[in-house]
């Protein structure tokens, strides 16, 4: 345990975390995007968690905040474009016991995002399901397993409540996960995932009238174009 020379504790490490999450619209499923730690930590020490699953992360340099440089690890580290991207802020978590090595303080940030922006990711970077991450048998650092099943169950909350309620479109976290684009059919993906019942005809019945449409597109296999439609009130 280190001290200042006011006799304050100073924490070995302070990072920033940010853990995204997307849609996969096929398959029906969450996933989220974690880092698999290697024998040596960023200091070049042993990792105790080596091998393991964590949210990725980097280090709050001396005068930066922690927004910044979540921002900067989205950016450089994870070579996705973030002015886009609107994080949101989980919280901090400082237990002493949460990391062996030390008093290690963790910033963490999340991020909703379309499963097609993660085309792009450094390879350093694994897109795992919510299945994977929760599993008994995978090998999740630190805290970061609880942290990132809250996360979860909140995004599914919301997802719930907003796919067909207009009061909530301020806070819309439906385009976030299906794209600034979307289909009735892919509305109707992400309502199975959480557990909605809503038949085929009320998702394509109601999203006229809570979307806007933007546009068409061909699809294999189907004759008709198929709609696309934004977030949007309709009297806009």
Known sequence: MTKNERGYIVPDAYTAC??????DKEREEMKVVMSKRGALDKSGNYDPFDGK???????VEYGMMANEAAIKLVNEHMDLDSPSMFLRHIGVFDNPNRDTR???IANLFYAVVSYD???????DFEIITKDQLLANETKIAFDHKEIARKVLANIENDVYTQIFNKTLFETDVISELLGTQFSAGDLQSLGNYVGL???RTTY???INKFYTKCGSVKVDGIKKPVTLYKKGDKDE
């Open 197 to 199: 019942t809503y038949d």
């Open 18 to 23: 940010v853990l995204l999450v997307a849609f």
């Open 53 to 59: 699953w964590a949210i990725p992360e980097c280090y």
């Open 117 to 123: 922006s993660l085309d792009e990711i450094n390879s």
């Open 102 to 104: 030390g008093w290690y």
């Open 204 to 206: 394509y019945r109601n």
